[in-house]
């Protein structure tokens, strides 16, 4: 089964199980955690995002259902993030809050 995706008017197609690429460890990188929705359909984890300095997460952006299995499997640990963002507090964002503060 193939994902696509339309990048400015391109259809692309994407495999639907698309491994993310590990940080350098060099610099400021983002890494989506997750991109879906609330729909379970996609096997996507919703949305969140991790930013790391110097090979350090520093930022949780958001932190969507299925976030907290995606954050625990990019090595990723609560205790050294500086702060976590929270753009709004539907279940798509906030979902796996909760999950992450008992699992630290």
Do not use: N
Request: glycine share 12%; with cysteine.
């Amino acid at each position: 089964m193939r994902m696509f995706a339309a990048f400015r008017g391109a259809s692309v197609a994407l495999p639907l199980h698309v491994a993310a690429a590990p940080c350098t460890g060099h610099g400021v990188e983002l890494q989506v955690l997750g991109s879906g929705g609330p729909e379970l359909e996609d096997k996507r984890a919703s949305t969140s995002y991790l930013i790391w300095v110097d090979g350090q997460p520093r930022v949780l952006v958001d932190s969507g259902g299925g976030s907290a299995l995606r954050f625990g499997q990019a090595g990723a640990h609560v205790a050294k993030l500086d702060v976590v963002l929270l753009s709004h507090l539907h279940v798509d964002h906030s979902g796996d809050f909760a999950a992450l503060i008992k699992s630290s």
